[in-house]
Each structure stands twice: as C-alpha cells, then as structure tokens.
C-alpha cells in the first residue's frame, strides 16, 4: 500500500487537548453498588474505543456544539449511571461497580489536520489519536475539532462493563437527546437477576474447551519476527462482492443459506491458512472464533434492553492443509457446526454455571489469551448493528464511524460494521499481524479494499 503509506507520512499529525470537564449525571443519584454478571467476569480489563467523523457543523458553531454534547451526556448518564461511576474491587478480589457518580472525563481537543486528510485505513495512526486513552472511571470522552471545523467525536470504555450493544443503546440515547428527541427510545436495563446462574449448577465440560481459569494461563510469548506484530487496519468490501461471497459459500447445496458474517469469516480463515503454509516452520493447524450475542437466546424481547456483557466466543480449529485446499462451500460449513453449538439458550446458561463453579478465580476465553499456540488465529465479532447513521448529535449523520480495538490478545481481532456510505457495504476492522495483512491485500485485493477518502466522500 505505498500511495496509503504516503498518505501517513504526509499528513502525520498532532492533537492537543485544550479542555478537560468532569461531567456527572444530571440528577442526584444514590450511591450504590452494582455486581459484575458471570458473562461480564469473563471478560479481561481491557478497553475498546469508538470514533465518529462529522463534517463541520452548518447550524451552530463548534462551541456550541460542544457544549450540546456536554448537557447531553450529562442527562444520558442519569439513565446510564453506570457509565458514571467506577471499577472496585470487592472483598472477595472481584472488580464491582460502584454507582457513585464519579463522572466521566470529558476532554476537548484539537488537531492540525483536515478530514480528508486522516489516513484512516491506519486506525493506529489515526483514530488511536482521536478516542481518548481512559484513566479513570469507566468511560471517557473525547471531542476533537479539526483543522477544518469538521469534529471527531471519540470514546473509550471499560469491555467488563458494556458489550458493542451496550454501547450502541448508550451511544443512539445520547444522539436522541442532544436533538431533544426525548423520551429516549432504548432504556437501559441494569437487572443482573436475568444471569442468575441456576441452583442447582449444570456441569457442562465443553465449555472447559472454550474458557480457562486465569491461573491456567502460560507465560506470555515474546515476539521476534517484525511480521508477526498485530496492526489495525480498515477495509471496505462492496455488496455485490459480499453477495458473491455468500453464494459461493453455499457451493452446489442451493437451499443451504449461510448468512453474511459466516461467509466472510470463511473466506478470511482460508486466506490466513494460505498465509501460514508460506511460513518456512508452517503450523499444521488455524483456529477461527466467532462472538455471539446471548440477548435474544437468553431473554425476553423486552428484555433485549439488559445493559452488560451478554457474549460468548465459540471457536474452532481445523488443519490448514483442509482450509487451504478445500472449498469455500466446505469450511463455511465447518464455520456453521461450531457456530450451532454456542447459538442456543442452553449454552449461555451453562457458560454462567460454569463461571459459578470459578468464582473468585478470573476466567477468559481459550482464544483470546492463548488461541495462536498451535498456529494461527483470530476472532470476528459482528458490529452489524453499528448505529453510524444514528448517532446525530444535531449536525447531521457522521461521515465515517468505527470501532477501534487492538486489543491485547494473542489472537487477531476482526469486526465488520455497516458502512456509512453505502447500504449493503461493509466497513472492516482488521486487528491481525502484519504479515497476514500485508498477504490479505495481496491475494484479495477484489474483496477488502483499504478505506479511502474518496470511498468515504469526504
């Protein structure tokens, strides 16, 4: 990608922060303490951000812009308090959070470069520079003007607290009462009685397979090749190009469907088994986890409002011989039977159980904290339900958002999301190593295209 590479270096740019506020709710509330569910324990502390590119505001000024969002947030965050608090440790070693409206750290900033000028095919480079690195709380904000009077809205949150859902409700509520457009339509429900785990707890030994005691852990591998650094990188891949994807993952079994996500992940995991079997010691074998959502397994629809962490990360593993050699049609197929196994109600209640059986010893997921030791791996969330054309603070829709999470595992990191430009295109979020994006471009230049300005029309 020299043009892209060209791009960074020309347009290599610096943000100062010129204001930093703590904003607390709007109204009184009552400390108090909230536990963590089992399924957010399952979670590291680790952190993800989010970014919104707008272009300069025609019907107000950038001050008052900012002031918009401040008053917002400060009313958002008596709905969603527990943005507004802080992570304790109790007793008994677990973190817990104390509703105390600590508040959240609101910086104001600003940057010596213009939109079109952000090079964000980079997210390192770029976005990295414009969400907020969080210190305190459990939340922090940050609200960038360009040099253009365009504003780049950042977040960063604590994952133990909020799932992509989560944050998405937080994220559409404070949009809609910023536009005054009140009551909001999604309020958060904070009831851990929904992931109660049973009495008595149901044993269930598959999910030693997925999950592991923190004490389980080896120690941490050093990196030595250059190539087997993990970057972010961001792509767009056309509807058509999507379509085409889905219908050769169905192969000759025309009344097989197989949705988007398991067809693109397919796809990728063949690419990473391709690149692996050019490593001159390659593995034998390719691991592929897929994040599930438990909210519509596990609730009621009007439930589908519970604020926290509802996920699970199913994986598989396969040769890389069979990945490489075999066709799409076969390992969409594989994706599926993996998949089937984690998307049920019975799943999630047996992972609570088995969290249950943990307490207070820290779990996480197999693939995430040592998934890459018998050859290569990564996880693809789904970020499909990325509100980017909603989050309108009153200046109208963002002309580019994105999730940005290098996220500390040892496994790659893949997130599709809507694109902002046009309907049925997605927007993808690679966290994988350098040397598997550098092949991805080469070999599926027709699919993943690095985003660019002009695809973004800014």
């Not at 005691?213 to 650094?229: A, G, H, K, R, Y």
Request: proline share 7%.
């Amino acid at each position: 990608m020299g043009e892209a590479a060209e791009q960074a270096r020309e347009y290599d740019f610096h943000v100062t922060t010129t204001r930093k506020q703590l904003i607390t709710a709007a109204l009184p509330l009552q400390d108090h303490w909230l536990p963590l569910s089992n399924l957010d324990l399952i979670l590291p502390p680790v952190h993800v951000s989010v970014c919104f590119c707008y272009k300069k505001p025609r019907s107000m000024t950038n001050s008052m812009a900012h002031e918009t969002l401040k008053t917002a947030l400060a009313e958002t965050l008596v709905s969603y308090y527990a943005f507004a608090g802080e992570i304790v440790t109790n007793p008994t070693g677990e973190p817990e959070i104390l509703c105390n409206n600590r508040g959240v750290d609101f910086m104001e900033a600003s940057a010596d470069v213009d939109l079109r000028e952000l090079n964000l095919y980079d997210p390192d480079e770029s976005i990295a520079k414009l969400v907020p690195i969080k210190k305190h709380g459990v939340i922090a904000i940050q609200v960038t003007q360009l040099k253009c009077g365009s504003i780049v809205v950042g977040c960063t949150f604590d994952h133990r607290v909020a799932d992509a859902y989560s944050m998405n409700m937080f994220l559409v509520s404070w949009a809609e009462i910023s536009r005054s457009d009140v009551p909001i339509s999604c309020v958060p429900s904070f009831r851990r009685s929904l992931l109660n785990p049973r009495r008595p707890l149901v044993m269930d030994s598959a999910i030693d397979q997925m999950y592991i005691p923190v004490t389980s852990l080896p120690p941490p591998q050093e990196i030595t090749n250059p190539d087997s650094i993990l970057a972010s990188r961001l792509y767009y891949i056309k509807a058509d190009a999507l379509g085409k994807l889905q219908t050769l993952a169905r192969g000759s079994k025309m009344e097989v469907k197989r949705t988007k996500l398991e067809s693109f992940s397919a796809f990728l995991w063949k690419l990473v088994a391709k690149h692996a079997a050019r490593d001159p010691v390659p593995s034998k074998n390719s691991k592929l986890g897929i994040v599930v959502d438990g909210r519509r397994r596990l609730m009621e629809q009007e439930n589908n409002t519970y604020f926290g962490n509802v996920l699970s990360i199913p994986f598989g593993g396969q040769q890389i011989d069979d990945l490489i050699n075999k066709p799409l049609s076969w390992v969409t197929e594989e994706v599926h039977k993996f998949l089937e196994t984690a998307v049920t109600k019975e799943h999630f209640l047996n992972l609570i159980d088995w969290v249950e059986t943990r307490r207070p010893t820290p779990t996480v997921s197999r693939i995430y904290s040592n998934g890459s030791e018998d050859g290569p791996a990564f996880v693809v969330s789904s970020g499909r339900s990325f509100p980017v054309s909603q989050v309108d603070f009153g200046w109208g829709s963002p002309v580019f958002g994105s999730y940005h999470f290098p996220w500390g595992g040892n496994a790659g990191y893949v997130m599709p999301m809507p694109s902002s430009v046009e309907d049925g295109d997605w927007m993808v979020y690679l966290h994988l190593t350098k040397g598997q994006l550098k092949f991805i471009e080469e070999e599926a230049s027709q699919v993943l295209k690095p985003i660019d300005n002009n695809y973004l029309k800014i």
